[in-house]
T-cell receptor, first 115, second 117 residues
Framework: AQSVAQPEDQVNVAEGNPLTVKCTYSVSGNPYLFWYVQYPNRGLQFLLKYITGDNLVKGSYGFEAEFNKSQTSFHLKKPSALVSDSALYFC?????????????FGTGTRLKVLA | GAVVSQHPSRVICKSGTSVKIECRSLDFQATTMFWYRQFPKKSLMLMATSNEGSKATYEQGVEKDKFLINHASLTLSTLTVTSAHPEDSSFYICSGGHGGGAYNEQFFGPGTRLTVL
């Protein structure tokens, strides 16, 4: 079965410190991976994606993610966290079933950046 | 990035009535749109895939007669919650991708908060 796991329900980090939000995946075939952020009562906003190429992907707001095929992971990172980064983060994978595609989301990780 | 709008942003209705939620791609065409339901403990559940000009594909456990989806044009998909009940109260979000590529990221609407009394 194709799936995405975000093992941490919440991550707390002090402002200025590096942050990591973890994501692992299970797909058949090549993985197409995405990170989205959601602010309160808002829809999701795209941060970055991995389709092919360089394992280190850079995205919006200074975020980056590292694709690791051997560990089937796609962790989200930022060198220096800001209070404004506090939000809900979702990892997603594109899954193909019977010739159609859809996106499977992880359960989300709430990031709290403390001043 | 591309813009997806949803209307209404918030709706309160009485039990037994029907509610229609619109999802529009404002600056791109989307042959496929997705409808999600987000529960209070944050997880995002895919309800159905909306295909322009054809029937929607529903996920297992989602009642297609209760959640009617119509994708009448390349820029508009609608979700109608029929005979709504309090357990249908939730945050509904749609998404679409432009360029027709399945590898493209999805752009999400701001969501619709439905409260059924």
């Amino acid at each position: 079965a194709q799936s995405v796991a975000q093992p941490e329900d919440q991550v707390n980090v002090a402002e200025g410190n590096p942050l990591t939000v973890k994501c692992t995946y299970s797909v058949s075939g090549n993985p197409y991976l995405f990170w989205y952020v959601q602010y309160p009562n808002r829809g999701l906003q795209f941060l970055l994606k991995y389709i092919t190429g360089d394992n280190l992907v850079k995205g919006s707001y200074g975020f980056e993610a590292e694709f690791n095929k051997s560990q089937t992971s796609f962790h989200l990172k930022k060198p220096s966290a800001l209070v404004s980064d506090s939000a809900l983060y979702f990892c997603a994978v594109r899954a193909t079933t019977s010739g159609t595609y859809k996106y499977i989301f992880g359960t989300g990780t709430r990031l709290k950046v403390l001043a | 990035g591309a813009v997806v709008s949803q209307h209404p942003s918030r709706v309160i209705c009485k039990s037994g009535t029907s509610v229609k939620i619109e999802c529009r791609s404002l600056d791109f065409q989307a042959t496929t749109m997705f409808w999600y339901r987000q529960f209070p403990k944050k997880s995002l559940m895919l309800m159905a895939t909306s295909n322009e000009g054809s029937k929607a594909t529903y996920e297992q456990g989602v009642e297609k007669d209760k959640f009617l989806i119509n994708h009448a044009s390349l820029t508009l998909s609608t979700l109608t919650v029929t005979s709504a009940h309090p357990e249908d109260s939730s945050f509904y979000i749609c998404s679409g991708g432009h360029g027709g590529g399945a590898y493209n990221e999805q752009f999400f609407g701001p969501g619709t908060r439905l409260t059924v009394l």
